[in-house]
C-alpha cells in the first residue's frame, strides 16, 4: 500500500483486501479510515482526493489486518449503533446484533405493569444496549441491568451515563443471584446461546467466550434463565429472551416445563425465529 497516493485509493484498495471476509467491504473499509483520521464519512468523501498525513497508511494497514483476521468491526473503532444509539464496545462485551433490536421491541409492545411504572430487568447486560434501548423508549420504567463480568458492567455504566443518565440501576453477579428476590414486569435476556462447538471460529472467537458458548447444545444458559424466572416476575409479568434460529422449539417447551404460559416465538427481519416470550 505504500504506492497509493490518495485517500481515495486507500479505499479502493483497501476494499479489494476485504472483500473475501466481509459482506461490506467498502463500508468497513470507510469506518476504519475515517476513524484513523477522526472524521466521519461525509468529510471523508469530501477529502478523497488528499493525500494521506504521515502514519494514515500504516494505521489504516494495521486495521486492515485485524479486520481481515475477522475481528468484528464495532470492536476495531469501539462503537456499534443500536437502536438509533451509538454504544461504546471493547472487547469485553459481545457486539450487538440488529436482530437483539427484536427484543428489545418485545419488551416495549408487551411489557404490563402491575402499578403504572413498567419494572424491568435486563439480565446478562453486557454493553448495556438493551436496558439504556428500553429506558430510552419507555421513560417512565425503572431499570435494572446485571452481569457476571465486572468488566463488562464497567462498559455498560458508561454507555448509560451518556445515553440515559441516571435511568439503570447496575448489579453485578450471575444471573439472577444479585436480585435478592426482587420481582419485575418484564425480563429482557440475550444469553450465550451458541454451541461450543462454534465458538472458536471467526468472528466468534474474537468476542468474550462466557457471553456466547452456550453448552454442548446452546442452551445451557437458556435453561438456567427460564427455570429462574417465575421467582422475579409480578403477576403477569413476561420473560423475553433472544435465542438461535433454531431454538425456538426447545426455549418454547422449557418456558411451559418452567410454568410460564403461552409461550409465543417473534422472528426477525430475515424471517428466522429470534426471540420467545411467555407470562407467568
Request: with cysteine; glycine share 10%; charged share 25%.
Amino acid at each position: 500500500m505504500a504506492a497509493v497516493r490518495s485517500l481515495g485509493s486507500l479505499l479502493r484498495e483497501g476494499t479489494r483486501r476485504l472483500e473475501r471476509v466481509s459482506d461490506s467491504a467498502r463500508l468497513d473499509c470507510e469506518l476504519l479510515l475515517a476513524h484513523v483520521l477522526g472524521l466521519d464519512r461525509a468529510a471523508l468523501y469530501a477529502r478523497s482526493a488528499d493525500q494521506p498525513r504521515t502514519g494514515t497508511v500504516e494505521q489504516f494497514d494495521a486495521l486492515l489486518a485485524e479486520r481481515g483476521a475477522g475481528r468484528p468491526l464495532a470492536q476495531i473503532i469501539g462503537r456499534r449503533e443500536f437502536c438509533s444509539l451509538e454504544f461504546e464496545i471493547t472487547r469485553d462485551v459481545l457486539v450487538p446484533r440488529p436482530e437483539t433490536e427484536l427484543l428489545v421491541e418485545v419488551v416495549r409492545d408487551g411489557v404490563n405493569p402491575t402499578d403504572g411504572t413498567p419494572r424491568i430487568l435486563d439480565l446478562g447486560t453486557g454493553c448495556g444496549a438493551v436496558a439504556v434501548a428500553l429506558a430510552r423508549t419507555l421513560p417512565e420504567s425503572r431499570l435494572v441491568a446485571s452481569d457476571n463480568s465486572r468488566r463488562a458492567l464497567t462498559v455498560a455504566r458508561r454507555n448509560a451515563a451518556g445515553l440515559a443518565p441516571g435511568r439503570v440501576r447496575f448489579v453485578w453477579g450471575p444471573w439472577y443471584g444479585p436480585l435478592d428476590g426482587r420481582r419485575f414486569d418484564a425480563i429482557a435476556c440475550n444469553p450465550p446461546y451458541v454451541e461450543s462447538v462454534l465458538c472458536g471460529d471467526p468472528p466468534l472467537c474474537f468476542e468474550p467466550p462466557a457471553a456466547l458458548d452456550g453448552g454442548p447444545d446452546g442452551l445451557r444458559e437458556l435453561r438456567l434463565v427460564i427455570s429462574g424466572a417465575p421467582p422475579h416476575l409480578n403477576p403477569g409479568g413476561m420473560l423475553a429472551v433472544e435465542h438461535g434460529a433454531d431454538q425456538g422449539a426447545p426455549v418454547r417447551s422449557l418456558m411451559r416445563r418452567a410454568g410460564l404460559n403461552t409461550p409465543v416465538t417473534h422472528r426477525d427481519l430475515a424471517g428466522r425465529e429470534r426471540v420467545t416470550s411467555a407470562r407467568i
